[in-house]
């Protein structure tokens, strides 16, 4: 007789998914090139609305042009705006990243600031650019990233129920602990190119078949009715499908 599934709260499936995700993608880090803190958040302004593999190929040059916030400062915005132009809203950005780097200069002695209080003053940051310069360049969990991949997962994994990304964020960071904050994102952004991407989520290859509420039963082969989902697919499968995925560029 198949013994019955434990119930598990919402934190219980939030840690038990941060565990797996650990295992799948080890070694996840921060797809952005930059050498520096101002090189990180140039880039991450960039990445809005673009992927990381395009915003790859713009700042080799941008940056060997400007290489810091004094240069970006000064330089001529239609140099900024032509370098930028192939991300989209270039305009926009390039404005975001001189006006940024301006404040750097004059209110932050030429570093990029520490705090996400001084961080949200700069031009072109929300706190989704804030959380991954602070965890990124500064190794500080100060909250979640939360962009279209942690958004689009956290609701099919039924972690949230909120559309607005800073109460995503409020939620997750219940959820979590705070040193895994970053982690989280990076790994859950891996496993949203990899796995359940936008379109077409790929079920029948996904470790948390027996932990997601909008898991699509359809996909996953029939063993047994008798059985719970989690048996359908072992961990082990999980983890030796994922090790086989190459994982996609944003
Ligand atoms: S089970 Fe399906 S919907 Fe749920 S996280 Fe995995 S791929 Fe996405």
Same mark, same amino acid.
């Given at each position: 007789?198949?013994? =019955?599934?434990? &119930?598990?709260?919402?934190?219980?499936?939030?840690?038990? $998914?941060?565990?797996?995700?650990?295992?799948?993608? =080890?070694?996840?880090?921060?797809?952005?090139?930059?050498?520096?803190?101002?090189?990180?958040?140039?880039?991450?302004?960039?990445?809005?609305?673009?992927?990381?593999?395009?915003?790859?190929?713009?700042?080799?040059?941008?940056?060997?042009?400007?290489? +810091?916030?004094?240069?970006?400062?000064?330089?001529?915005? !239609?140099?900024?705006? !032509?370098?930028?132009?192939?991300?989209?809203?270039?305009?926009?950005?390039?404005?975001?990243?001189?006006?940024?780097? &301006?404040?750097?200069?004059?209110?932050?002695?030429?570093?990029? =600031?520490?705090?996400?209080?001084?961080?949200?003053?700069?031009?072109?940051?929300?706190?989704?650019?804030?959380?991954?310069?602070?965890?990124?360049?500064?190794? $500080?969990?100060?909250?979640?990233?939360?962009?279209?991949?942690?958004?689009?997962?956290?609701?099919?994994?039924?972690?949230?129920?909120?559309? +607005?990304?800073?109460?995503? !964020?409020?939620?997750?960071?219940?959820?979590?602990?705070?040193?895994?904050?970053?982690?989280?994102?990076?790994?859950?952004?891996?496993?949203?190119?990899?796995?359940?991407?936008?379109?077409? =989520?790929?079920?029948?290859?996904?470790?948390?078949? +027996?932990?997601?509420?909008?898991?699509?039963?359809?996909?996953?082969?029939?063993?047994?009715?008798?059985?719970? $989902?989690?048996?359908?697919?072992?961990?082990?499968?999980?983890?030796?499908?994922?090790?086989?995925?190459?994982? /996609? /560029?944003?």
């Amino acid at each position: 007789m198949t013994p =019955p599934r434990k &119930r598990l709260t919402k934190k219980q499936r939030a840690l038990e $998914i941060l565990a797996r995700l650990k295992q799948m993608y =080890p070694d996840a880090v921060c797809s952005l090139d930059y050498e520096t803190p101002v090189q990180l958040l140039v880039a991450t302004i960039l990445s809005a609305q673009c992927t990381d593999e395009r915003v790859n190929k713009v700042t080799p040059e941008l940056f060997r042009r400007f290489p +810091d916030a004094a240069a970006l400062a000064n330089a001529d915005l !239609e140099d900024i705006i !032509e370098r930028v132009r192939s991300t989209g809203f270039y305009r926009n950005k390039a404005k975001n990243i001189q006006g940024a780097c &301006r404040l750097i200069m004059t209110e932050f002695g030429g570093q990029v =600031p520490q705090t996400m209080e001084e961080l949200l003053k700069l031009p072109g940051v929300a706190r989704k650019t804030a959380n991954v310069v602070l965890a990124h360049a500064f190794g $500080i969990n100060a909250g979640v990233t939360v962009d279209t991949h942690v958004k689009r997962l956290t609701h099919r994994l039924g972690l949230t129920q909120e559309e +607005d990304p800073v109460k995503i !964020e409020r939620d997750l960071m219940k959820l979590l602990p705070q040193p895994d904050w970053e982690n989280w994102s990076i790994r859950l952004i891996y496993h949203g190119r990899a796995v359940c991407n936008a379109r077409r =989520p790929l079920c029948d290859r996904c470790l948390f078949t +027996d932990l997601c509420p909008s898991v699509d039963r359809s996909l996953l082969p029939v063993v047994s009715t008798s059985l719970p $989902i989690a048996s359908a697919m072992t961990l082990e499968d999980n983890f030796r499908v994922s090790e086989t995925l190459s994982l /996609p /560029p944003k």
